[in-house]
């Protein structure tokens, strides 16, 4: 039973983006598995893991590979997402990370999504995706309120420090000079990460993977997995996929009942994008902001959102319980209201776009690449906590090569046994409880 509304999880129902209208990138030809098949590695799901994985596996290991999507590649969250090439795969806080790994550990661990970008960025530069029109470098925490501005300092400090990297404190005149005026506080500033189109990145990597020699199905939805001595047989409607090994990368679109060895490890979570119509440069010139760098602010329960390189304006939020329609135009109506009261001289600015997407949490608040408990044979990655457009290429790689016998080299938070949450059955009612928190804490802390 799914923990959110079920047109959520439709593979028949697209989500009503504007990557959607503007994907420079055709959807690759990835016909239903309608056949009895094998190979040494079956994937499930098409978005940025699978796909980095089944890349990886066919080029760099030589391992055949299918990919079974239920919809069409990167029609989940790969698709819909903000996209925010960029660091923070994780919720546990940094000090967090080494008072339990150490700081060599949690060094390495950041260095790992310094390298997802990177990675993301080479790829593109040897022609081998499609990012799409890709913003300013950077990235900026804006404080919400004036006392978060001292913690964000103090931030900027922590990670000079413990990560050697040039974290920048902005004040909010230094950020409208470089065309980032609202009516936040100041920020934090991170000299890497940018902005793309995730689904013609997605598509494009699609690409990049059956010109590597890998076979993607599209509406091929995997209704059963089955064991059969040291081979693994999954079943689709049409079709079914005997393997060697098998990669769950179906994230905060994992249906539970599939894999009994996942089930109530992950809590899937809405999150939700508006998007402007295209803003003049009257409109531009009177809020201040022409800045295409990638910004979101201190809250707990976090806004994100960049000018995108057409002067449209993206404007993306945590939040909702069920996925049904009034919940959705709740969240929507308190979209606008936030978007509004950042950008005054916006306030009559219309919106074309709204939809939504699951990205996906982890009980210990850490990515996961594994193997999969009690399960032979089978791996997984999962867990980006809403940054997954870097990450989950990267743990694409990695789990291709745990995969296929090799040591990924993982730091030590990412190499964890993802742990089951308390009482799983219950996580929607820990969901509400905490969003009641973050938004107390939000408003008056």
């Not at 539970?256 to 402007?276: D, H, K, M, W, Y």
């Not at 409109?283 to 707990?300: I, N």
């Not at 997407?357 to 990655?381: I, K, M, N, Y």
């Not at 993802?418 to 802390?445: K, M, S, T, V």
Request: with cysteine; charged share 20%; proline share 5%.
């Amino acid at each position: 039973m799914s923990l959110y509304s079920s047109t959520l999880l439709d593979p028949h129902v697209k989500a009503p983006s504007w990557w959607e209208e503007s994907a420079s990138v055709h959807p690759p030809a990835c016909p239903a598995l309608e056949e009895d098949a094998f190979c040494d590695a079956a994937v499930i799901g098409g978005g940025y893991t699978g796909l980095s994985a089944a890349l990886h596996l066919q080029r760099d290991h030589h391992l055949s590979v299918r990919v079974l999507e239920a919809g069409q590649p990167g029609w989940g969250a790969s698709g819909r997402n903000g996209g925010f090439c960029c660091i923070g795969g994780a919720k546990l806080s940094y000090q967090a990370m080494i008072d339990r790994f150490g700081l060599e550990e949690t060094q390495g661990f950041f260095k790992v999504q310094q390298e997802a970008i990177e990675t993301v960025a080479a790829m593109a530069e040897q022609g081998l995706v499609n990012l799409g029109a890709s913003g300013q470098v950077g990235e900026i925490c804006l404080a919400h309120r004036p006392r978060r501005a001292a913690g964000l300092q103090q931030e900027a400090e922590f990670l000079r420090h413990t990560f050697g990297i040039e974290a920048e404190w902005k004040s909010p005149e230094q950020l409208a000079e470089e065309g980032m005026r609202s009516s936040l506080h100041g920020g934090l500033f991170l000299p890497f990460g940018f902005g793309l189109h995730p689904l013609t990145y997605a598509r494009s990597l699609a690409r990049a993977a059956q010109q590597c020699g890998a076979t993607l199905h599209g509406d091929s939805e995997v209704i059963a997995w089955s064991r059969e001595g040291k081979h693994h047989r999954l079943h689709t409607s049409r079709g079914t996929l005997r393997a060697k090994r098998v990669i769950l990368a179906t994230n905060g679109y994992s249906r539970e009942a599939l894999v009994p060895a996942q089930a109530g490890r992950l809590l899937p979570v809405l999150s939700n994008i508006l998007v402007t119509r295209q803003l003049s440069e009257e409109e531009l010139q009177a809020q201040g902001w022409s800045s295409t760098r990638l910004a979101y602010d201190s809250r707990d329960l976090l806004h994100y959102f960049r000018l995108l390189p057409n002067g449209r304006f993206l404007f993306g939020g945590r939040g909702g319980v069920s996925g049904t329609a009034a919940d959705v135009a709740r969240q929507r109506a308190w979209m606008e209201r936030c978007f509004r009261s950042f950008f005054p001289a916006w306030g009559e600015v219309g919106f074309t776009h709204f939809w939504n997407g699951l990205a996906c949490l982890a009980a210990d608040r850490l990515p996961h690449v594994a193997e999969l408990p009690d399960t032979p044979g089978a791996f997984t990655a999962f867990a980006y906590h809403g940054n997954g457009v870097a990450l989950a290429t990267w743990a694409g790689r990695a789990v291709a090569a745990l995969a296929a016998g090799k040591d990924p080299q993982l730091p030590a938070p990412l190499r964890q046994v993802p742990p089951r949450f308390f009482l799983p059955a219950l996580r929607l009612h820990y969901l509400r409880a905490a969003y009641l928190g973050y938004r107390l804490r939000d408003e008056y802390f």
